[in-house]
């Protein structure tokens, strides 16, 4: 893969079709600056406070798996000049118990990899990676079809998406900084590269 390319590609992408990207990243943003503050308040909190604080932290990451594959296929469809509009993309199909349901699955088999080493739970983490992208796409495929999908499609790519990902810690480090500023634009790029990358694996 020639990840300079793909790369190109995505801001091509982000920049014919921004407004539907800068809503992806405000909800993104808005999520993750929520959750750090909840877990900086937990820092300062009372038992019963943290209790209530860490049970809120649940909850957005639930949000944030409710969304995943909406959002994929959000990114795939401007990807592939396919899109027509926010609703149209994000509501598509209705198999959002089939897509959480895998998606929790996936964060487990996660979880039990990184119980054994943290290696192992990084590697597996990307094996699954491209799941809420087939999910996306294919309205009848079931969920260990999916993840045997994604499996095989990242065999032998799981340290060129891993040197993909580090390839945006500086958009990440200068999002920090500016409070989440730049990353209204590092965020759409960023979901548009992987969404180039899995077009190329899956086309």
Request: proline share 2%.
């Amino acid at each position: 893969m020639n990840r300079q390319s793909i790369k190109q590609q995505a801001k091509e992408d982000v920049r014919k079709n921004y407004l539907p990207w800068l809503i992806v990243a405000i909800i993104a943003i808005s999520l993750s600056f929520l959750q750090g503050y909840l877990q900086l308040t937990d820092q300062t909190s009372f038992v019963d406070g943290s209790a209530r604080i860490q049970f809120q932290v649940r909850w957005l990451n639930i949000i944030e798996i409710i969304l995943l594959v909406p959002f994929s296929r959000l990114a795939i469809h401007l990807c592939t000049g396919t899109f027509r509009s926010i609703k149209e993309s994000l509501f598509k199909n209705e198999q959002w118990l089939r897509d959480i349901g895998a998606l929790l699955l996936v964060a487990l088999y996660t979880f039990l990899w990184t119980l054994l080493f943290i290696i192992p739970g990084i590697i597996k983490g990307y094996s699954y990676s491209l799941v809420p992208y087939i999910l996306a796409e294919d309205d009848t495929i079931s969920i260990t079809e999916a993840i045997a999908l994604s499996q095989r499609m990242t065999e032998g790519y799981k340290w060129e998406l891993f040197v993909l990902d580090w390839s945006f810690i500086l958009w990440d480090i200068a999002a920090g900084l500016t409070m989440g500023i730049i990353g209204f634009y590092s965020v759409p790029y960023q979901k548009a590269t992987w969404t180039r990358y899995y077009l190329q694996l899956s086309r």
